[in-house]
């Protein structure tokens, strides 16, 4: 007797890797509040954010989450979710005021009893040294435009080395240096709000040659891993055309090679002199010797992709094409969970085997409010984290190794010149009453932890 359709079914396999780490992430400037409490010296973004018409609505990280003064409560609550990895950012400035000399001993306190806390809870710590809020003291003397920076972060990584490494096993250098620059050196949406096509390579090359110092330093007086977060972003041509196939290695190299080529190959891409033109400086065969450190593994942000049309504009000749039966989140981002999968297999195809981890992914949508139940039905986040961390999957089945997954983010945050307008966290914050609330996603990903990945094959819940 033959079988029905429904007994041929097999749910699909979704079992994680052993030792693949589930977590969350946040960013110190997004989620503390208290930016000048106890001694901690003003940041970019302090400054940014005060300066009239540079976000949405005015607002501020002064108050933030207030995680500043309840991380010890925000810890249980990643314990409650089952959360077994935690990323965060250090604040520069809260830990060295001048960006350099003195230690403000009550601000590295800050972080090492957080560290201790998540231990105590079973979370494995992931520190990010930079997540774009630079001292407002060494803004001063040029920031990311003055070479000397590279010492500079050298010597705030080696009082953050020695401080807690052995506590903290996973360390990175920079977050998304391409939207440090892009955002903030070129196009002025993000702190310290410049626009010059002179500055941006500027800014970027002192960034990798500072990233390229921390790990030195890290090798130095570290016993663990090290790492660089990239955000990555595939490109599609919007058509066969010839000028459409060159605007889409133009956008790739900008956004895609322009950090990960000079880290891991030594150079940067030949696009770049395109696209900058007389901008484009010459580099010292020296300073690539300094950014190609030995790396333990890279961060990988992913959000979505970019369908690319040749238009003319400047600084890539090229423009995104919204594609007309996409689905987009509330920043304008198409999901589109194949590319996670593409551009795995892309970073393993150029760069070798060396261990992933994503290190940011999430969207933002409209959330209805807290129900009198205490729920947040968030669907559409819900099935969007699923998509893409069955995207994930596929590219282990693939090949890749990929070694944990950290949603972006755990808590509703400053979404930086957007202010509070996008929520992109797993949990609820009332921003008048800092009441937490997990969402109907939190439940969900919880779940995905507690099987390691098993639950992936059930419904959605309604």
Same mark, same amino acid.
């Given at each position: 007797?033959?079988?029905? &359709? ?10 994680? &890797? ?94 090492? #009893?957080?560290?201790?806390?998540? $231990? ?17 003291? $060494? %803004? ?36 998304? *240096? ?55 972003? *595939? ?37 770049? #002199? ?9 580099? *010292? ?25 040749? %238009? ?41 085997? $060396? *261990? ?12 209805? &409010? ?41 808590? %509703?945050?400053?979404?930086?010149? $957007? ?39 059930? &419904?959605?819940?309604?």
């Amino acid at each position: 007797m033959s079988q029905s &359709p429904a007994q041929d079914y097999a749910a699909p396999d979704y079992m994680f &890797p052993e030792g693949f780490l589930w977590g969350a992430a946040t960013a110190a400037h997004q989620i503390e509040g208290s930016p000048l409490a106890d001694g901690a010296g003003p940041s970019i973004w302090t400054r940014f954010a005060h300066t009239p018409g540079m976000t949405l609505n005015g607002d501020t990280g002064d108050v933030a989450c207030d995680h500043y003064r309840r991380w010890k409560d925000d810890v249980r609550l990643m314990r409650e979710l089952g959360l077994q990895a935690y990323r965060f950012s250090v604040s520069w400035s809260r830990v060295l005021p001048d960006g350099t000399g003195r230690v403000n001993q009550q601000g590295l306190d800050f972080y090492s #009893r957080l560290v201790d806390e998540l $231990l105590a809870n079973g979370i494995e710590p992931l520190v990010t040294l930079y997540h774009w809020d630079l001292p407002a003291a $060494l %803004d001063d003397r040029g920031g990311w435009l003055n070479p000397d920076i590279a010492h500079w972060f050298a010597e705030y990584g080696e009082v953050m080395f020695r401080a807690l490494d052995g506590r903290v096993k996973k360390w990175v250098t920079l977050n998304e *240096p391409w939207v440090i620059t892009d955002g903030g050196y070129l196009h002025g949406a993000l702190a310290p709000g410049h626009r010059s096509r002179f500055e941006a390579p500027i800014a970027s090359h002192n960034l990798m040659r500072a990233h390229g110092a921390a790990v030195k330093a890290y090798r130095a007086v570290g016993k663990h891993e090290i790492g660089l977060v990239v955000n990555l972003e *595939p490109k599609y041509a919007a058509s066969e055309s010839t000028e459409d196939k060159a605007a889409v290695e133009r956008a790739h190299a900008y956004m895609n090679r322009q950090y990960l080529d000079p880290a891991l190959l030594g150079s940067y891409p030949d696009e770049l #002199r395109e696209i900058f033109g007389d901008a484009w400086p010459e580099w *010292p065969a020296e300073d690539f010797a300094l950014i190609k450190q030995p790396l333990d593994f890279i961060g990988i942000n992913y959000y979505t992709r970019n369908v690319t049309r040749a %238009d003319g504009s400047y600084p890539l000749r090229a423009g995104a094409v919204k594609q007309p039966l996409g689905t987009y989140t509330e920043t304008g981002w198409e999901v589109f969970p194949q590319g996670l999968t593409d551009t795995l297999q892309w970073v393993k195809q150029r760069y070798g085997d $060396l *261990p992933l981890y994503i290190t940011e992914n999430g969207a933002a949508f409209f959330d209805p &409010p807290v129900a009198e139940e205490g729920r947040v039905r968030d669907p559409l986040r819900t099935n969007y984290l699923r998509k893409h961390i069955t995207a994930i999957h596929d590219a282990i089945k693939s090949g890749c190794d990929i070694r944990g997954y950290m949603v972006w983010s755990l808590l %509703d945050n400053l979404e930086w010149s $957007l202010g509070y307008s996008k929520r992109f966290g797993i949990v609820h914050v009332n921003y008048d009453s800092q009441e937490r609330t997990p969402k109907d996603s939190a439940r969900w990903y919880g779940n995905v932890i507690a099987t390691h990945g098993r639950s992936l094959a059930d &419904p959605l819940p309604g």
